[in-house]
């Protein structure tokens, strides 16, 4: 790959197999490719299985051949996970993450392999930083290593800094010391109940754990990191993470503004549209617990229903029919749905951010997955927070601490109906709904500002380029004739702007 003159850069590019994951990618894939990056995209099997039928009910050869039709060069392979396509990935979870650490990337390297001749040659590989193996991969083929971060910033300096957590015993220690950690690089104090549920955990032995040890050791060795996430909101973690290695915030990466039509989603959408345009403005709650709820119990579902009811508000409820921990299906309590009295709209699916973006959604009780975060300050839409595992506790935290754009669900040691509905009540309506609106326009306005062209997320997107091509260029002794040709109707500023005024004149 070294010997052939580039005419542009060819990045491949592989997201960790989970909505959350590829969502950000696919914005990503586009936008590298809309500034003249040639993109080899990979999905899994069994991810472009799932999409492919979620979107038609058939598999379907490419999912980004309109992007193609636009003038995009993206092209599209899929690979093999090490399992059959019948096999339960939820259901033997450990299993398949055990394959993602020691059997995937032989199929990753074997498809690299086969990409040799390809034109123009592949020269840097953004894999995501949960992959225990992209430096050597990376090294393998002589590519330039970008690990792509889709968290916020605060949430990888914690884990790229585990070594003081156990050193000061806030992680794997018996005493399970409950005193301020104030000594990550760029991190204020922090509670330890603030931590991610992995390094909260009394077993620190598990798979998900091995992955962790190893990723993070892993992304130490990455030419570049990029995080999905805005330099303003995190800037102190940002700047102490540049200090060690070049790490760039280029977010907010939102989902549903810049995939240009790719298809990302997991499972079939319901639209939700023609229920929304029935209910006045702000009066709708919208509901969801993400792609990944399996640690929510039943008596907490049942809780946060009743709360719904008594609370009286309209709501849209993202029910997944495994969101429970348990097989039992009947997770509603009794008489639920007819209680809803059409106040209420139940579904197994829709696209969240045509949802909370719509006039009539005035807050969103969710479980704090970064991209949901993203997508609620991006529509201005004020968060109740019941986080549930991983890095959605430490979500929570620049949530209700730092930014005081949400409020926690639930104050006590376990959810009660009347919680619910207090809260509930205390986001939708009254003195208090106004603050946390007010707040949130600031926090939204800074991302907005972000990716105009000069925001700092462009800004930090153009040199987060130049870098790709010198590190390149030093590895491959390759230049480029490519020019930064961003195609207009796609990431150009003027083209983010309008969707802000068209936002904005809904929302405010």
């Known amino acids: 790959m070294a010997g052939n003159p580039a005419r542009r850069p060819h990045a491949i590019m592989i997201p960790y197999p989970y909505q959350g994951h590829i969502n950000p990618f696919v914005s990503l894939a586009v936008k590298l490719a809309s500034h003249g990056f040639t993109i080899t995209f990979i999905n899994t099997q069994s991810v472009h299985r799932r999409i492919s039928h979620a979107q038609t009910g058939a598999v379907r050869a490419d999912l980004f051949s309109g992007a193609r039709d636009s003038g995009l060069d993206i092209r599209y392979a899929t690979v093999c996970d090490g399992f059959p396509l019948g096999f339960d990935r939820s259901l033997n979870h450990d299993q398949f993450v055990e394959g993602l650490i020691h059997v995937f990337s032989a199929h990753v390297d074997e498809l690299i392999s086969n990409l040799a001749d390809s034109d123009p040659p592949v020269t840097c590989l953004i894999a995501d930083t949960f992959y225990v193996w992209g430096s050597d991969i990376a090294r393998k083929f002589n590519l ?23 050193k000061n015993g806030h992680f794997g220690s018996q005493a399970k010391r409950k005193d301020m950690i104030d000594y990550i690089p760029g991190v204020g104090a922090m509670k330890p109940t603030d931590l991610m549920s992995y390094l909260q955990a009394d077993d620190i032995c598990t798979v998900v754990h091995r992955v962790i040890y190893r990723a993070f050791e892993d992304v130490k060795k990455a030419d570049i990191i990029i995080c999905n996430t805005v330099e303003e909101l995190e800037l102190s973690t940002l700047s102490a993470l540049h200090r060690k290695q070049a790490t760039y915030a280029i977010g907010p990466i939102v989902s549903g503004f810049s995939n240009q039509g790719v298809a990302t989603s997991l499972w079939s959408e319901s639209d939700c549209t023609p229920w929304l345009d029935s209910k006045p403005n702000r009066s709708v709650l919208y509901v969801s617990f993400g792609s990944h709820a399996h640690t929510t ?3 907490e579902i049942w809780e946060i229903a009743r709360g719904l009811l008594l609370s009286g508000v309209n709501f849209v409820w993202v029910i997944r029919p495994d969101i429970v921990d348990s097989d039992e299906a009947n997770f509603l309590p009794p008489g639920f749905e007819n209680g809803m009295k059409g106040r209420g709209l139940i579904v197994q699916w829709c696209s969240q951010i045509k949802v909370i973006s719509h006039p009539a959604i005035g807050g969103f009780l969710s479980h704090c997955g970064w991209n949901s975060v993203l997508e609620s300050i991006w ?50 309506s009254g003195e208090s709904s106004e603050e946390l609106r007010n707040a949130i326009k600031e926090v939204s306005r800074t991302l907005e500002y972000a990716v105009t062209s000069d925001g700092s997320s462009e800004k930090n997107f153009r040199v987060f380029m130049e870098d790709i091509k010198a590190n390149i260029k030093k590895k491959a002794g390759v230049a480029f004739d490519v020019q930064d040709q961003t195609i207009g109707h796609l990431w150009a500023p003027t083209a983010v702007k309008q969707t802000i005024v068209s936002l904005s004149s809904n929302l405010n």
């Open 297 to 299: 119990s039943k008596q």
């Open 379 to 428: 529509s201005r839409v004020p968060l109740i927070c019941f986080p549930l595992f991983t890095d959605q506790f430490t979500n929570r935290k620049l949530v209700v601490n730092d930014w005081k754009i949400g409020i926690n669900l639930c104050d006590r040691a376990s959810i009660m109906r009347d919680e619910v509905e207090e809260k509930i009540k205390y986001l939708m």
């Open 144 to 166: 330039v290593y970008v690990s792509f971060w889709t968290e916020p910033a605060l949430v990888l300096s914690l884990y790229y800094h585990l070594d003081l957590l156990r």
